[in-house]
């Protein structure tokens, strides 16, 4: 079964920042800043580069976010539906010890 990435904001509503990708679909994950991961996918419109979501986890090293994720990309997962940011539901989306405060989407010409 493919595992699935969901990434949401606050104001989705408004905003449009959130994404669905397969797990098949990650190419990587580079910190962009002291508390901040950007994440790459293979584009959901099939024409740019990629896609890359921008990951905000307050507190956190990037490793320390890495290592969360890394966790729940192993195949055989009995949730195929892995939330990593939903600010819409909760303030903050925790993933073991690593909380997320936001996220931005977006397409790459």
């Keep these: 079964m493919e595992t699935y990435l969901y990434f949401g904001e606050g104001a989705v509503e408004t905003t449009g920042e959130a994404a669905l990708y397969p797990l098949s679909s990650f190419l990587g994950m580079v910190p962009a800043a002291a508390a901040q991961t950007t994440m790459h996918f293979k584009s959901r419109n099939g024409e740019a580069t990629d896609d890359s979501v921008l990951v905000v986890h307050p507190g956190h090293t990037a490793k320390?976010?890495?290592?969360?994720i890394v966790k729940y990309m192993q195949p055989n997962r009995k949730n195929p539906f892995l939330v990593i940011a939903n600010t819409a539901a909760t303030?903050?989306?925790?993933?073991?010890d690593v909380i997320t405060d936001g996220v931005a989407v977006t397409t790459a010409a």
């Design 91 to 96: 303030p903050k989306q925790k993933i073991d």
């Design 64 to 68: 320390a976010f890495m290592t969360a």
